[in-house]
């Protein structure tokens, strides 16, 4: 086969042979192999996804708005968050339309108060949804890290575990609080776009917004975020 350039048909047979040999032996075997891929516990699972709420919350409300727009649907938070949204994004607001303001963007895509009122209105239910979402995920997160670290101080108390193993986790406690912390800062940003945002829903000659009710909600889920970091920044 020298000189021969390799084919992907050739690559394929070739992963197809190995697949085939690595799935030869006893049944014993292939059964202890496969446990650990089995999947991550309750806990872990919790912790991997209060990271990413953290870093979804990141995502500014006129970068979610700016996501939406781009696919033609609602307001694209999602997971993940470090993505740049103001690049290589176009709806037709300009080249420096990533570089403003939520409020800025509003003004400039929808004419009149009540179509502005309407989108603001969906970019806070859907807001909404997502800080359900960690809320619920940093609860259990809480309830799991409350009841290991409850345990291992019992134990550390008759000196059944080491003084590391307990530090061990009461490091991972803190890098908890620490999500906890950044999903908080992301969410206390978007209520000040949000906040910015509110003049343009009042009526002419009025004071009080139709959103009213939506940003006080958006408040009451953010003190209820604090208070599950405070009672875990307690426990550790």
Same mark, same amino acid.
């Given at each position: 086969?020298?000189?021969?350039?390799?084919?992907?048909?050739?690559?394929?047979? $070739? $992963?197809?042979?190995?697949?085939?040999?690595?799935?030869?032996?006893?049944?014993? %075997?292939?059964?202890?192999?496969?446990?650990?891929?089995?999947?991550?516990?309750?806990?872990?699972?919790?912790?991997?996804? $209060?990271?990413?709420?953290?870093?979804?919350?990141?995502?500014?409300?006129?970068?979610?708005?700016?996501?939406?727009?781009?696919?033609?649907?609602?307001?694209?938070?999602?997971?993940?968050?470090?993505?740049?949204?103001?690049?290589?994004?176009?709806?037709?607001?300009?080249?420096?339309?990533?570089?403003?303001?939520?409020?800025?963007?509003?003004?400039?895509?929808?004419?009149?108060? @009540?179509?502005?009122?309407?989108?603001?209105?969906?970019?806070?239910?859907?807001?909404?949804?997502?800080?359900?979402?960690?809320?619920?995920? /940093?609860?259990?997160?809480?309830?799991?890290?409350?009841?290991?670290?409850?345990?291992?101080?019992?134990?550390?108390?008759?000196?059944?575990?080491?003084?590391?193993?307990?530090?061990?986790?009461?490091? @991972?406690?803190?890098?908890?609080?620490?999500? /906890?912390?950044?999903?908080?800062?992301?969410? %206390?940003?978007?209520?000040?776009?949000?906040?910015?945002?509110?003049?343009? %829903?009042?009526?002419?000659? @009025?004071?009080?917004?139709?959103?009213?009710?939506?940003?006080?909600?958006?408040?009451?889920?953010?003190?209820?975020?604090?208070?599950?970091?405070?009672?875990?920044?307690?426990?550790?």
């Amino acid at each position: 086969m020298a000189g021969r350039p390799v084919t992907p048909r050739v690559i394929a047979a $070739l $992963l197809a042979s190995a697949l085939a040999l690595s799935a030869c032996g006893d049944g014993s %075997t292939n059964t202890q192999s496969a446990a650990p891929a089995a999947g991550q516990t309750g806990d872990s699972q919790a912790e991997e996804q $209060l990271a990413k709420q953290a870093a979804a919350l990141q995502k500014t409300v006129l970068q979610g708005a700016l996501a939406g727009g781009a696919t033609g649907g609602a307001i694209g938070f999602g997971l993940g968050g470090s993505d740049d949204v103001g690049s290589g994004i176009s709806i037709g607001l300009g080249a420096g339309a990533a570089a403003g303001s939520y409020v800025a963007f509003v003004q400039r895509k929808y004419i009149g108060r @009540e179509s502005r009122l309407r989108q603001i209105k969906k970019d806070l239910d859907a807001n909404a949804v997502e800080m359900q979402t960690t809320i619920n995920v /940093m609860n259990q997160v809480l309830a799991a890290q409350k009841a290991e670290l409850d345990a291992l101080k019992a134990q550390s108390a008759t000196g059944q575990i080491s003084a590391t193993q307990m530090q061990q986790e009461v490091t @991972e406690a803190n890098g908890n609080l620490a999500q /906890m912390q950044i999903a908080i800062d992301g969410a %206390t940003k978007r209520q000040g776009e949000f906040a910015e945002a509110r003049g343009l %829903t009042v009526k002419r000659g @009025e004071s009080a917004s139709p959103i009213d009710g939506d940003l006080a909600a958006l408040q009451n889920q953010i003190g209820q975020m604090r208070a599950i970091a405070n009672d875990l920044a307690t426990a550790i």
